[in-house]
């Protein structure tokens, strides 16, 4: 993700009201027509699979990853409601997206590749796994593989020359926030190894999820109250820790200790469990809606973060299922969210690209308990569509995500991946392209105008 300076805007104040996604959360029909409808106005933004455009790439101005992040939670989308109307589009974006060597690094992406864009990609890819969504043809990346081959890459980089362990933010060295170490990152390389751990059943992986939160500790981005904070500089040793505290963080964090749980069954794990969701549901939530604290009362958000509290929904639904004992916690707050987003889902935008039914786009701030917001965009499209499609989750699932074992049929490759020497120096891409190198001139003014506090507020 990379650092922005454009905030939410605020599309119209005279929001009509002429539709409104009614759901009945009792009803899962009724559930799954308004999560059709949310689907529907979430991918109407997506152009990817017109003619001459690029298959996975959503238009500015979104950023790669969050592509990534869209088409995880269209993956979840079919699993949870059966609707196969946007699979395809999802394959072929997916697949396309895997990159010249499949491992979600595709070189037109360089400049906006951090470990943390790479891990949204690679986290659909294991949900495909996890879900059994259809696999690709022979001679093409499979879900497994891919993610196998992030994880591989993420063992290469894991850094014990500063802050004592950890992934940089950034890979490239000429990209900003190589010099930063943060959650997400690590969040990234944390939930893949606990999910290859329970997937696989392979101890390598879980031995990795281990190391990773160990650090995450020592560090004290996971303080004692399990709050989790930004991330730190490498220059100080990673002290000098930025505490905004983001839903994906302990969203990412909660499913991956969950899933450590399921696979282990020790108190060791049952006990972060317990930490975390009591955190996440105590600095989360106001009556029971969950909220994005560094920006959202702000106006603030800007469009990475307005699609935070989506993930943080499914996390959470995920969790209920790999910690049980966590559901009758989690789902009810995961269910007054979306009930909340739902009110805010009766949008007709003027201004902005949203293409779906109108009187449908779903706003920003659930806690309104009103009419659109007059926020619209992938984000808040996404995050709705999410708290919804999650309240489909149910307890003791019959059709919980599957293993190597109970079904499992993605092919992987515990060898996939490339040796760091392979793309790390890539210095010359610095000087290719007039819009990245606008961008990267912009970033950096906006570094020397704002201070450091700019830049680790930002994701
Ligand atoms: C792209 O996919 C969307 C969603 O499935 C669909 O509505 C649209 O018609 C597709 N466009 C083309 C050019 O196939
Ligand atoms: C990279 O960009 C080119 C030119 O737009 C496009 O044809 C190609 O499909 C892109 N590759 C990937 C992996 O997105
Ligand atoms: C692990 O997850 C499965 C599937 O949801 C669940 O049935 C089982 O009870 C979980 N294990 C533990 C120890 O909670
Ligand atoms: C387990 O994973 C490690 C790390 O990727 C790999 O080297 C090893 O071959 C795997 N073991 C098996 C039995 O697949």
Known sequence: MRPTLQTAGVVSLLAG??????VDFTNDDSIKDAASTAAFGLLKYYTGNNTGDTPGNLPDPYFWWEAGAMFGTMIDYWFYT?????????????????????DY??????????NDDQGFWAMAAMSAAENNFPNPPDGQPQWLALVQAVFNEYVSRWDPNTCGGGLRWQIFTFNNGFNYKNSISNGCFFNI???????????????????????????????????IFDGGGVENNCVDINKAQWTYNAGIFLQGTAMMYNVTETDTWKQRVEGLVSRTVAYFFDDGIVVERPCESFNSCDFDQQSFKGYLMRWMASASQMAPFTFDTLMPLVKSSAAAAAQQCSGSPPATDFKGQPGT???FKWTAKAAFDGLAGVGEQMSALSAMQYTLVKKQEAKAPVTADTGGTSVGNPNAGRPPDEYMPMPVVITTGEKVAAGFLTTAVAFSVMGASFFIMKE
């Open 82 to 102: 059966g609707d196969e109307t946007y699979n395809d589009v999802t394959t072929q974006a997916m697949v396309h997206q895997a990159g010249e060597d499949n």
């Open 105 to 114: 690094m595709p070189q037109n992406q360089t400049r906006t590749l951090g």
């Open 17 to 22: 009201v002429t539709g409104a996604i009614q």
């Open 361 to 363: 786009a779903c706003g």
């Open 193 to 227: 190894a606990s999910r290859l751990a329970r997937y696989t059943g392979n101890q390598t992986y879980a031995d990795w999820a281990e190391k990773v939160w160990d650090w995450m500790e020592e560090v004290k981005f996971i303080d004692q109250d399990f709050n």
